[in-house]
């Protein structure tokens, strides 16, 4: 199972970005996404999840609003769309693949996790 992140990079604040993340190796319509996020010198932490079917979202408070998670089944791809950004959105930007999606913001339910992807937003 592989999960590639991509997209990260350097942009103003109130720019917008979209991560992507390609899973090969699984079946990728069986299993929930979420994209979790770690800034320097703190804890990874939960962003946005989103169901096996796409038909629900959720999203941490600090990005709600901004932030849009999605899927495509059809290209095993999930996405980020990032506007508005802000300085504090700062972090590495993991994508990850749960079997259960019971509890989509917990982190250790997560069977699988990508390599990460750096997006810093310049003041």
């Known amino acids: 199972v592989q999960l590639q992140a991509s997209g990260g990079g350097l942009v103003q604040t109130g720019d917008s970005l979209r991560l992507s993340c390609a899973a090969s190796?699984?079946?990728?319509?069986?299993?929930?996404l979420g994209w979790f996020r770690q800034a320097p010198g703190k804890e990874r932490e939960f962003v946005a999840a989103?169901?096996?079917?796409?038909?629900?979202?959720y999203y941490a408070d600090s990005v709600k609003g901004r932030f849009t998670i999605s899927r495509d089944n059809a290209k095993n791809t999930v996405y980020l769309q990032m506007n508005s950004l802000k300085p504090e959105d700062t972090a590495v930007y993991f994508c990850?693949?749960?079997?259960?999606?019971?509890?989509?913001?917990?982190?250790?339910?997560?069977?699988?996790w990508g390599q990460g992807t750096l997006v810093t937003v310049s003041s």
């Open positions: 190796g699984l079946t990728f319509s069986r299993y929930a």
């Open positions: 990850a693949a749960d079997t259960r999606g019971t509890y989509p913001s917990s982190e250790i339910v997560y069977d699988y």
């Open positions: 989103i169901s096996k079917s796409g038909g629900r979202n």
